[in-house]
């Protein structure tokens, strides 16, 4: 600029020169010559008029050339001028001074040549003051004897060529300078376009002569531009006065600035030469940056894109000048945001920018920041860092018209960088790296209105950031129902946060919840409306401690669960796929859907391997306690179906074993439906020990007490694993059919035991029942009444036919057609089975064949009947023989016996029954009480009733109640003929034996 300056004030010289000597030439091809010869003699460069020259000499000495050219070599300039003219008063021909009325250059273009600073010639007369670079020294030393009306350009274009930048243009030149007088106003004004971009500036000085005098002189400037170089900065204005310094600056006190409405104080000091500098101060008592925030930039009034789509903003405006610049404003605001006592430095040195924000007092708190770039780049790249110490969360938020259910103390400390400057490009490109923290904070969970379950608070926790491309992890421990949580987070900020697709694409998030009895895991994308879709993670060790410390309820059955699996989670639906399922240590795996509706609607389909209703309703397994304490009742458990209300499902089951406790079926497949409070499993036809079973579960949960309706089928299972693993009964063996129908209800496993009614039929087939042999029992009678009857698991009653049907009510099912069918034994029988205490008391009636060594017509046993009691609990009944109806009519015992084939000739039982023997007869050791026992024989009486003169119940009338979990017997069992172990003296019946004996 500075030499097209010098080059524009020569060539007017040159021109008023040629006005003065041209009338007294004559030809004008001599004219042209000479008049190039001297103006390149004068001015030391190449001019040539190549085309017509005209004068004038009235009313003023004018000249008007065209196709003029100009080559300065050595300052690296080259001009073509389409016209130029000129005119100068008729007074300066016999004045020292120029009065210039015109000069006008139509259409230049001027291409300035940077030269390499090796190639580039020493400048002549080193001390020469145009060397500063200052072209006002030499306009005023020219105006001093000139006086210069116009000075114009139009429809200009100057060209600047570099070998290590590209080449710049600038056209539509327009241009006007006027100095009439060094003591009136100096005037300029231009415009002109770079790129797609258009300027308008005008500067004015009041006079020339103050400023040579080093005095102040007022000056003003101003600058427009469309579209705007920086967002918001459309316009500038400047006022002041100014000073020329005898250093050769320029220094302008009590100045006033205005950029886009926005006024500042101004002191600044101007440095011209090679480099001009800038030292500005700016003071300001309200800052307001929202034009500057605006991410559109402005459109042309022409309608013409706003810029260059393939070169975006830059500042290279910025880096023809050093300068140093300092802003201070009283107040800023930002949008809804405002702050004070905001201190602002930045310098420019060489193309290098470094600002940097001191202090920035808000409500909230302070902020620091600096950022630095380089402003040659055509897509400057901005590099800062950004700290605070505390930002009060809560008021923050208001500041920006937010309210957020999170206080505390928000802090930073992060470098940052981005490249452009335009909002996209900042978005696309920028990055960051630090820290950012919450201190003392709390985080209220909204629609909670328990107050100790609501808030979340923090301590302290931190969110680390290495880089917008890697995730940010935000860790710490929180503190919630005044228990610790730990929380681990990770999110691709640079994906979601920056690129502004919260809503849409959602968060891609990792989150790891670890608390004292739960913990979560989420791998997915969660976006703002309430959606998440991802594998989720989710265990407690007590789902129904954990809801309840939640202050919910509705899973009172369930203790372990365990959930791994793909989610997608909607606001009113959630689906999940591959997911693994464990409740109560259930473990399963498969698919479905969750609608949050009223009722909840929830449709799957299930695999197990092993499905165990007993543990997934958290009830005590049936099995046995073998060694629990004598008197000890089976546990009673709580039944809530109450849940069931709320839900409609339908769940499709595959089991390769589904059941109860140990009884199992399998594999079946089959479907679970709950529908207004009743829930419905139907089993189809399924292997079931060896058979098969049909059943149907139905369980209420409309009423308070909740009910169970079940109705089975069993044909061909083996009964004696089946009745070992349903009760613990292992004395009964055989293929079992059976059917079920039965229906119950109670809030409790123990009442519902005693509320169960209904009907059940039992057949079993080439079995045997274990613990005693009843053709061995006949065989051993003397045997028996000597040494007492001992249960033994080795010996066993066979048959091939066993059946009886049952009515069961109030948890007691009772039968009076007990059928057994033997190789040796028929036997009836009756009795009760109490399926709440788990106990049994049945009397069976054997009668034996007419060979003991094979099959045969059966033989009457009456008046000598041995029957066989069975009674006690489940797990550990009694088996024995009843031996009490062997005395009641001795001498038809002793005919019976022997027609059995029992060698009765060798004992001396006739002595003993008639009193023939020494020990006296048997009815005096009885004392009269088998004549009582003779006198009722429609009361029967077991031995030791005979003996100790009592009377007993029949078995259906009172069940013998055993402890469900008593061991097996080992020792002798009671019964008639049955030796006790004691260290008493000895009874009438041991007496009876030791004489049986004697």
Do not use: C
């Amino acid at each position: 600029m500075r030499r097209f300056i010098l080059s524009l004030l020569g060539v007017a010289a040159l021109t008023v020169t040629a006005i003065a000597i041209l009338p007294s030439l004559i030809s004008s091809d001599w004219v042209r010559s000479e008049l190039g010869r001297q103006l390149s003699a004068a001015t030391g460069s190449s001019i040539a008029f190549n085309g017509p020259v005209n004068l004038s000499a009235f009313p003023y000495l004018a000249v008007v050339a065209e196709d003029v050219t100009l080559s300065a070599e050595a300052e690296g300039i080259t001009a073509e001028f389409a016209e130029v003219s000129g005119s100068v008063a008729l007074s300066s021909l016999w004045s020292d001074r120029l009065h210039i009325k015109q000069i006008a250059l139509d259409r230049p273009v001027i291409v300035l040549e940077e030269k390499a600073p090796g190639d580039a010639p020493p400048a002549p007369g080193g001390g020469d003051e145009t060397g500063s670079g200052d072209p006002l020294p030499a306009l005023v030393a020219f105006l001093e004897r000139s006086a210069i009306e116009s000075v114009s350009i139009t429809s200009g274009t100057f060209i600047r060529r570099s070998a290590a930048n590209p080449e710049e243009v600038v056209s539509d030149v327009e241009l006007t300078l006027s100095a009439p007088d060094i003591d009136d106003e100096f005037s300029f004004s231009a415009s002109a376009r770079m790129g797609e971009r258009s300027y308008e500036t005008s500067f004015t000085i009041s006079t020339l002569r103050s400023l040579l005098e080093r005095q102040p002189a007022d000056v003003t400037l101003a600058v427009e531009a469309d579209p705007a170089p920086v967002p918001g900065l459309t316009n500038l204005e400047a006022s002041g006065q100014v000073t020329l310094n005898a250093t050769g600056s320029y220094q302008i006190r009590g100045g006033e600035v205005e950029a886009s409405e926005q006024a500042f104080g101004l002191n600044a000091l101007f440095v011209p030469g090679e480099r001009a500098r800038f030292l500005v101060d700016l003071e300001a008592d309200r800052l307001d940056l929202t034009p500057f925030m605006d991410a559109e930039p402005e459109t042309s009034q022409s309608g013409a894109p706003a810029a260059d789509a393939a070169k975006p903003a830059n500042l290279q405006f910025l880096a023809g000048f050093d300068a140093d610049m300092s802003i201070n404003a009283a107040a800023l605001v930002l949008g809804e945001i405002s702050a004070t006592d905001v201190s602002f430095s930045a310098a420019l040195k060489d193309g290098e920018l470094a600002a940097e924000l001191g202090h920035l007092g808000i409500e909230a708190g302070s902020l620091a920041a600096s950022v630095a770039t380089d402003v040659r780049a055509d897509d400057p790249v901005f590099r800062g860092h950004l700290a605070s110490k505390g930002l009060d969360i809560a008021k923050l938020s208001a500041l920006a018209g937010q309210t957020v259910p999170l206080s505390g103390a928000l802090t930073i400390d992060a470098g940052f960088a981005f490249r452009g400057l335009d909002a996209e490009a900042i978005r696309k490109t920028a990055d960051v790296t630090g820290t950012v923290g919450l201190r003392d904070a709390a985080y209220t969970l909204p629609g909670i209105a328990d107050e100790t379950m609501r808030e979340v608070k923090a301590k302290k926790i931190t969110a680390r950031i290495e880089s917008l491309a890697k995730p940010v992890r935000l860790a710490g421990r929180l503190e919630w129902r005044n228990k610790p949580v730990d929380v681990d987070l990770q999110i691709p900020a640079a994906d979601t946060i920056l690129a502004g697709n919260l809503a849409a694409e959602g968060i891609p998030l990792k989150l790891q919840v670890k608390m004292p009895d739960a913990s979560l895991s989420l791998d997915g994308k969660a976006a703002l409306p309430g959606t998440y879709a991802g594998k989720l993670g989710f265990s407690t060790a007590d789902l129904s401690a954990f809801l309840a410390g939640l202050g919910q309820s509705g899973a009172e059955s369930i203790g372990p669960l365990a959930f791994n699996g793909h989610v997608d989670a909607g606001t009113t639906t959630v689906s999940f796929q591959k997911t693994t399922i464990s409740v109560n240590g259930v473990e399963g795996a498969g698919s479905g859907s969750v609608e949050f509706a009223t009722p909840l609607k929830i449709t799957t389909a299930l695999n197990f391997d092993e499905l165990d209703l007993a543990r997934l309703a958290e009830a005590p397994s049936p099995a046995p306690q073998a060694k629990a304490a004598k008197g000890a009742e089976p546990a009673d458990v709580p039944l809530d179906l109450s849940s069931l209300r709320s839900i409609d499902a339908t769940v499709q089951l595959n089991a390769k074993r589904l059941g109860y406790g140990k009884v199992f079926a399998g594999p079946v497949a089959t479907s679970l439906v709950v529908s207004d409070g009743v829930a419905s499993l139907t089993l189809p036809e399924s292997p079931f020990y060896g058979g098969h079973v049909v059943a149907s579960l139905k369980a209420d949960g409309t009423q308070p007490e909740p009910s169970i309706a079940l109705q089975a089928s069993i044909s061909g299972a083996s009964a004696a694993p089946l009745l070992t693993d349903m009760a613990g009964f292992k004395y009964l063996e055989g293929a079992l059919k059976a059917r079920f129908d039965v229906t119950g209800a109670g809030g409790t496993t123990r009442k519902l035991a005693k509320s169960l009614q209904g009907t059940a039929d039992v057949a079993f087939s080439d079995g045997a029942i274990r613990g005693i042999d009843i053709a061995d029992v006949y065989n051993n009678l003397v045997s028996l009444m000597s040494s007492g009857f001992k249960q033994d698991g080795g010996k066993a009653t066979t048959f091939t036919e066993l059946a009886a049907s049952f009515v069961i009510e109030g948890g007691v099912a009772r039968t009076e057609d007990i059928k057994l069918v033997g190789p040796l034994v028929r036997m009836s029988g009756n009795g009760a089975a109490d399926l709440a205490e788990r106990t049994l008391n049945f009397r069976l009636e054997p009668r034996l064949v007419a060979s003991l060594q094979g099959q045969g017509a059966e033989i009457s046993t009456d008046g000598i009947g041995v029957p066989v009691v069975v009674e006690g609990s489940f797990a550990a009944p009694r088996i024995y023989p009843d031996l009490s109806d062997l005395l009641k009519n001795p001498d038809a015992a002793l005919a019976k016996l022997k027609g059995f084939g029992l060698p009765i000739d060798k004992l001396p039982l006739g002595d003993l029954v008639n009193g023939g023997g020494a020990g006296g007869s048997v009815k005096d050791l009885l004392g009269g009480a088998l004549n009582k026992a003779l006198e009722r024989e429609e009361q029967q009486l077991s031995i030791e009733e005979i003996i100790g003169g009592g009377t007993a119940p029949k078995p259906d009338k009172a069940a013998v109640e055993i402890p469900a979990n008593e061991e097996p017997a080992t020792a002798e069992q009671p019964g008639v003929g049955t030796e006790m172990p004691g260290d008493e003296a000895d009874s009438p019946m041991e007496s009876l034996f030791k004489k049986l004996l004697r």
